[in-house]
């Protein structure tokens, strides 16, 4: 892994962790402004997931708030140390969709307000999408599935060379076996004609 991979990934978890921490030790600062998405967020999770996970979802937005932030934390943590550094990403990026719903600007605010939640929101869009891109890198290496493509592919390959040498040789094999027929009867011919 290089020193700046490395570095800039724990910059970039720097931000979860903090936040994260903050909301899960802190959560009555963030309540009013989560407010109005979980009311709009958790009954379209509460529909879409199925009822044995539903019902540990908590109903009321402090403790919504709470869990998001320790989702965050740990995910954060966990992209940071390296120590599952993808599903930390992952979790992290699953933890920013309800700021990114959040941070859409009302159209009822003034001009000047709109820019800056339009600026907040932007700044929400970035981290959802460093957060998707951390969750998919590998650090440098090629990723599971595209080693066994090659693997694969390799293996193809060396079969279909293993069977052109085959053909190839059975080729050569009836053509010795015609040639040492023709010798023989050319043998046998002659043993006759004399």
């Known amino acids: ?29 963030f309540v009013e402004d989560a407010e109005p998405v979980a009311d709009k967020l958790l009954p379209l999770v509460q529909r879409s997931l199925p009822a044995s996970v539903s019902s540990h979802i908590p109903e009321d937005t402090r403790s919504l708030v709470r869990l998001a932030g320790a989702v965050q934390a740990v995910g954060g943590v966990a992209m940071g140390t390296g120590l599952g550094r993808r599903a930390g990403a992952a979790l992290v990026a699953a933890s920013m969709v309800p700021h990114v719903v959040a941070s859409f600007p009302e159209k009822t605010l003034p001009k000047e307000d709109r820019a800056g939640a ?3 929101l932007l700044r929400n869009v970035a981290l959802l999408g460093g957060a998707l891109m951390a969750s998919r890198d590998t650090a440098g290496q090629p990723s599971i599935a595209w080693r066994l493509a090659q693997r694969r592919k390799a293996l193809g390959e060396s079969a279909e060379n293993t069977g052109k040498q085959i053909r190839r040789k059975a080729k050569d094999g009836r053509r010795s076996i015609a040639k040492a027929q023709k010798k ?11």
């Open 118 to 120: 339009r600026s907040v």
């Open 184 to 194: 023989a009867e050319k043998k046998v011919r002659d043993q006759i004609g004399d």
């Open 1 to 29: 892994m290089s020193i700046i991979r490395g570095l800039g990934r724990t910059l970039f978890a720097s931000y979860f962790v903090v936040k994260g921490t903050n909301a899960a030790l802190k959560p009555d600062t």
